[in-house]
């Protein structure tokens, strides 16, 4: 059975940092694209981030850019989002995601892997 999942959210000040892990099991991912999408209260899922099988494409969300740095560890079957220079719009449900494509540039939720999500609350 694949799983996929998160940790690391929790509450963190305004300006303050996170990181949250992602951890896959039941397959590996080492040949897939992986991300994480968020999801505020009220709000549609958005996405955060991307990066590709061997990291040599990484994309992030406008409102991220500059703050956020995904990074994944093949070997270990995780990824990371370190989050720096949080703000309250950062308030959110954090998702990792698992593109079962075969070593796609960017991940795709269609067919994907999801985890449970964990909350990130930044507030003053």
């Known amino acids: 059975q694949v799983r996929l999942a998160e940790s690391g959210g929790g509450w963190v000040q305004i300006g303050g940092s996170l990181r949250l892990s992602c951890a896959a099991s039941?397959?590996?991912?080492?040949?897939?694209?992986m991300g994480w999408f968020r999801q505020a209260p009220g709000k549609e899922r958005e996405f955060v981030a991307s990066i590709n099988w061997d990291s040599g494409y990484i994309y992030y969300a406008n409102s991220v850019k500059g703050r956020f740095t995904i990074s994944r560890d093949n070997a270990e079957n995780t990824m990371d989002l370190q989050m720096n220079s949080l703000k309250p719009e950062d308030t959110a449900v954090y998702f990792c995601?698992?593109?079962?494509?075969?070593?796609?540039?960017?991940?795709?939720?269609?067919?994907?892997?999801w985890g449970q999500g964990v909350q990130v609350t930044v507030s003053s």
């Open positions: 039941g397959r590996t991912f080492a040949e897939n694209a």
């Open positions: 995601v698992a593109d079962p494509r075969p070593r796609p540039i960017v991940v795709s939720t269609e067919n994907a892997y």
